[in-house]
């Protein structure tokens, strides 16, 4: 595993406007994959280069819609 440290928003900024982006912290890069935390529920949201949300299945990441997964990390809808 390598895990890089220099933040990237892009994803998160790609999805969401500013004021939403400001409820997350950005932790980590690891194979390409932007892991965000929640500031409130301290759920990941994690987000690969091209913005498609990715969650744990397992011991793999599969795709799942963004909202979704929003949903669940926020506990909110939109």
């Not at 690891?30 to 759920?43: F, P, V």
């Not at 987000?47 to 011991?59: E, H, I, K, T």
Request: with cysteine.
């Amino acid at each position: 595993m390598t895990v890089e440290l220099t933040s990237n928003w892009k994803p998160l900024e790609g999805k969401l406007k500013p004021e939403h982006c400001a409820e997350f912290m950005w932790m980590y890069r690891d194979a390409g994959i932007e892991h965000y935390k929640h500031i409130m529920t301290r759920l990941y949201l994690r987000l690969d280069q091209a913005g498609r949300c990715l969650v744990w299945n397992g011991n793999r990441l599969r795709e799942v819609p963004f909202e979704q997964e929003w949903r669940r990390v926020t506990g909110r809808a939109g």
